[in-house]
């Protein structure tokens, strides 16, 4: 085999080992502290094929360790099944579409203050009775995780009355009345 043959071979196996390592969820480098959690998904096939809308299965997740892994762990669910989950059967509103949904999230006193970005064109059907039971299922159960989170209170670009008028909720005590304060104070 000539020289300049086996040199081309190499090139390849060198750039294939170099991008086999591209996944949809990378894993950090071993040095690297590292937080895992769940997310959370539906699954037809994992309630005997019946669609049971608040019924959600943890997926696991890896990234590395951060001030705030329950913002991490929300953007990750945000980011939606992976093609492979999704081919066993998981579905969520939430895809890549949804990515960077998440504009900020306070944990205060118990409370989880989650404000995202008025991308409500890219979840329609959440609405539905159906869908918010599906859409709040998974947020809740992924901050369940976090003993620090005992409530969740949601708001559109700093306001929570927007988000509840659209998932046609009422404001009253379970979410502190609407009130956008704690939505903009630091």
Same mark, same amino acid.
């Given at each position: &085999? ?10 390849? *196996?060198?750039? &294939? ?13 071993? /040095? ?5 959690? *769940?997310?959370?998904?539906?699954? /037809? ?8 809308? /608040? ?13 705030? /892994? ?16 999704? @081919?066993?059967?998981?579905? =969520? ?27 409500? %064109? ?6 539905? =009775? +159906? ?5 709040? @299922? ?5 901050? %369940? ?21 659209? &998932?046609?909720?009422? +404001? ?12 903009? =104070?630091?």
């Amino acid at each position: &085999m000539a020289l300049t043959t086996v040199f081309f071979l190499f090139a390849i *196996n060198i750039a &294939m080992v170099a991008t086999s390592g591209c996944t949809e969820n990378p894993v950090p480098p071993q /040095d690297q502290p590292v937080a895992r959690f *769940n997310v959370y998904f539906n699954n /037809d096939g994992l309630t005997g094929g019946t669609t049971v809308c /608040d019924a959600v299965f943890p997926l696991t997740r890896s990234s590395p360790l951060t001030a705030n /892994d329950a913002f991490t762990a929300l953007e990750a669910l945000f980011l939606g099944p992976t093609p492979e989950e999704r @081919s066993q059967g998981y579905r =969520s509103f939430f895809s890549e579409r949804t990515a960077g949904l998440l504009k900020g999230l306070k944990i205060k006193a118990g409370t989880a203050y989650l404000d995202l970005y008025d991308r409500r %064109g890219e979840l329609s059907g959440v609405t539905s =009775s +159906c869908g918010s039971a599906e859409f709040f @299922s998974q947020i809740q159960r992924t901050l %369940g995780e976090f003993p620090t989170i005992e409530r969740i209170i949601f708001a559109i670009e700093g306001n929570p009355g927007v988000f509840y008028d659209w &998932m046609e909720l009422e +404001c009253g005590q379970t979410n502190d009345n609407c009130d956008p304060a704690p939505f903009t =104070s630091p």
